[in-house]
């Protein structure tokens, strides 16, 4: 009797117990799901519905069966071990390999009790291959080749289990479960603590933009980034008081410096869980945004999902079942010292897994800020920041921590996002601290977490931003100047947020933000040291003012690649590679990026650097944008990068305002 049956163009394989399934899924993609006696198509996931039906065939053969949608093709043998190739030529692009020649074999379901188990899918390495994406990690790393990633959200770590290779595909590992994934020499293997089966999306093209592209379809490409949100956003930790918020926008206005966005920082409110401003400190908000406005300043406002037990919601929460339960235990997940506890007291999250807790907070937000004029939300420690590290104690509305831990932040935007809608807003901007796949679709921006203030940390950034736009995340940034310490009287230090806000400038977003020396214990008291442009010096300032005049001029152009992304899910940042995938060299740089198809951009990274090696790809002309000299092509230059300015380069005498 044959393990296979053709259900229209869906193959399927069955041995005993275990069950594949796999069906077209967009052009060139297929989605591949195995599980112990049903597939569910029920279980949280990152790709949309079903997309219209593709030209895919399924047939059965002798000693096998095949599937192919246009330039895939799976085959699955007798006893089940599926192969990927390109259908034009042939070429194997991924293949599964078992564990042993007996067992395991390359999908391994090893019970957890009550229908759950941890789950293993295997596949072969290859000499070569580059794996790019899976999120966002500061390891400094751009190829993800030979790591091995935690699949669990964390501050700065943001779990995204989307990789891209060399090779010509790229896979989703749809499944927001808690594991792990090798990517070793002698195989990549995909673990998931605790779940009910394996489910992952496939797609192939020889270019890696269309790849990008296919993937955010399935996804959800993200809508348009509002014109104001490419301007300067400026922040601190934090403005205590409405006056001293409304001062620093007051001084841009008579400094004439640019400003887009100021932010009302944590501790602004009364308790975790109130989720509204504290009247001593915030006492006419409503006047502070009409002010604001007047400038053509957006205030955003930081919204945690935390709930301290003596919140006024909390007992409302509590007994809906609104809060993250627990396995064990009592409803509580992190340590915190708020405002009215002397000392640190447990918290609760929220369960943004459950559509009736995302409307109370939304409810409860819409009331206490939107109603005022605010529109721009900052949805800080969403991971969410958990402590102790224990996803196995939790209980979401949507299944187990183990199974759905991940999926947090992007179900935390979708909240605030279907809100916003509801209210009649188009215009919708998330700075998120976290992300899973399919964030985008929801209006995420997404920054870099509570990084160090060095330069070491800076040249982490490059490769960090890189992946997560593979990831499918076109909206990151990053603190400028880092987020931990960061002395504003120290020579070095100044020197590294020069070369910070340089690189910022030709990142999708720009912000400054950190907590700056003197710093002060955590509590409602905290400030943070003084982190304004005109904070660090006057020949500091000389050039952040030219910075901040230079993202100006940007702007115009930087909108072309945000509508880019919303019409082709293509990132404002990219990696070489995605304009230029046939040159093997492309593959490698991580220190430098494109900021759309027309600038290419190398950060000076290193304390007291005045040149830098940078590699200009071959198949376009590039003139150095300050000085409208020439450069060879496939070929690496040393160039002057003095701290008066930042490498930049043409392509193909595109007129982008760079120099004045």
Known sequence: MSPFRVDGDTLL???????????????????????????????????????????????????????????????????????????????????????HFWWPGPRHFLSAGNGYQRLEQRFRAYPGERLYGLGQRMHGRFDQKGMVLELEQRNGEITIPFALSSRGY??????????????????????????????????????PAAIVSRYAEATGRPPMLPEWATGFWQSKLRYRTQDELLAVAREHRERGLPLSVIVADFFHWTRLGDWRFDPAEWPDPAAMVRELDEMGVRLMVSIWPSVNPTSENHPAMAERGLLVGTESGVEFHAGWVDKGNDAEIPVAFYDATSPEARRFVWETVRRNYYDLGIRVWWLDACEPEIRPGHPANLRFHTGPGLEVFNSYPAEHARGFYEGMREAGEDEIVLLCRSAWAGSQRWGAAVWSGDIPATFESLAAQVPAGLNMAVSGIPWWTTDIGGFHGGDPDDPLYRELIVRWFQFAAFCPLFRLHGNRDPRTPLGAAMTGGPNEVWSYGADAYALITDILHLRERLRPYLAEQMRTAHERGLPPMRPLFLEFPDDPRSWEVEDQFLLGPDLLVAPVTSPGATERTVYLPKGSTWTDAWTGTELEPGAEHQVAAPLSRIPVFLRDGARVPIAQ
Do not use: K
């Not at 192919?68 to 390109?86: H, K, M, P, Q």
């Not at 499944?175 to 603590?193: F, H, I, K, Q, Y």
């Open 170 to 207: 790229g896979l989703l590992w749809n499944s927001p479960a808690v594991g792990r994934v090798e990517l070793a020499e002698n195989g990549t293997r995909w673990v998931a603590d605790g779940a009910r089966q394996i489910d992952y999306w496939i797609t192939a093209d020889p270019d």
């Open 13 to 99: 394989w069955r041995s005993g117990h275990e069950l594949l399934r796999i069906r077209p899924w967009g052009p060139g993609s297929l989605r591949v799901q195995s599980g112990l006696h049903a597939l569910r198509d029920d279980l949280p996931g990152a790709l949309l519905d079903a997309p219209a039906p593709a030209p895919a065939q399924a047939v059965v053969e002798p000693g096998g069966a095949r599937i192919t949608n246009g330039l895939l093709t799976a085959a699955v043998s007798e006893a089940g071990l599926v192969s990927f190739s390109r259908t034009d030529d042939g070429t194997e692009l991924l293949a599964e390999q078992p564990a």
